[in-house]
């Protein structure tokens, strides 16, 4: 094993060392990011030959009397001077690998994939909520509308740090796996979608659509039969289910789909039989009918 290092940091030299020869920058960055790759190999020689300002020369002879590499010619071709733009460039190790994990998290965070994936996902959201509590705003009138009104919790936004962290995460680690634009574009169409069926459900209900489940049956509060109402009982929450998973398939995150999906789904099953108790009170049989022919508009939950 420590002779295959070997052969490996004696290679990674001279690799260096022709670009020196060359008159090629140590550290380059070209325009697909720069070469993850290439600045290891910076890495490697650094700690091989563990360059130091004042032994450099003897460093160096000992380097190359390891790798049987012919020092004379070396030195007489100018490779000490290469040996001291190198320990300018690479003074401390700890330091070339801090600026290749800040240039591979900035490159990624800046590229367009990422910007035009974040963009989307900031959009969708602040249009989401601005719009849940301009409606509610429009139907009920300020004074009876609160801040709930955005539909912002802890939870919820515990659920979307962690899939921000997530995504940043694979782009850095593995950025391939933001580049299935099928995939994105698809979920991109899933938000759109669940806005669509969402609003269309408030705006159908009008003042009987609110945000906390009423328990105590009002005048105003009558039973929405028609428009998307005639498709599954709970358009509004079908409606969010769907934008929520697809605000993580559009940033292409594995782990936050599916637990979108799981968190979502369980509480709106625990959700519906609870406010379908108070539907039956305030409107008995003419419910139980609807419910009977109209399906919950949530996948298994009857």
């Avoid at 899933?190 to 459900?201: N, W, Y």
């Avoid at 979502?264 to 039956?280: D, G």
Wanted: aromatic share 14%; proline share 4%; hydrophobic share 45%.
């Amino acid at each position: 094993m420590q002779a295959v290092e070997d052969r490996c940091v004696c290679h990674c030299f001279l690799t260096v060392r022709r670009m020196h020869a060359a008159d090629e920058p140590i550290l380059r960055f070209p325009e697909d990011c720069f070469e993850r790759s290439f600045l290891a190999v910076t890495v490697a020689v650094a700690v091989a030959i563990r360059i130091h300002p004042r032994s450099n020369q003897v460093i160096f002879l000992g380097f190359c009397d390891k790798f049987n590499i012919p020092s004379t010619d070396l030195l007489e071709s100018g490779d000490m001077l290469f040996l001291k733009r190198l320990s300018e460039y690479v003074a401390s190790p700890l330091r070339v690998l801090l600026l290749c994990s800040s240039m591979s998290f900035t490159g990624e965070i800046l590229s367009y994939t990422a910007c035009r994936q974040l963009s989307q996902m900031f959009l969708a959201i602040a249009f989401f909520h601005s719009s849940e509590y301009i409606l509610a705003v429009a139907f009920h009138g300020r004074s009876n509308v609160t801040l709930k009104s955005l539909l912002i919790s802890k939870n919820y936004l515990l659920a979307m740090i962690f899939s921000l962290l997530e995504y940043v995460v694979e782009i850095v680690l593995f950025p391939g796996l933001k580049e299935h634009w099928w995939i994105s574009d698809t979920g991109l169409a899933l938000v759109v979608i669940g806005e669509i069926i969402r609003k269309s459900a408030i705006i159908t209900a009008g003042r009987a659509f609110t945000h906390l489940i009423k328990v105590h049956h009002e005048e105003h509060h009558r039973l929405i039969t028609h428009g998307v109402y005639r498709f599954v009982r709970h358009p509004g929450y079908s409606g969010f289910l769907i934008w929520s998973v697809g605000t993580q398939i559009m940033l292409c995150n594995p782990i936050s789909t599916i637990g979108f999906a799981i968190v979502v789904w369980k509480f709106f099953a625990e959700r519906i039989p609870y406010e379908e108790y108070f539907l039956k009170r305030f409107f008995g049989s003419e419910y139980e009918e609807y419910a009977r022919r109209v399906p919950s508009g949530v996948p298994f939950v009857k």
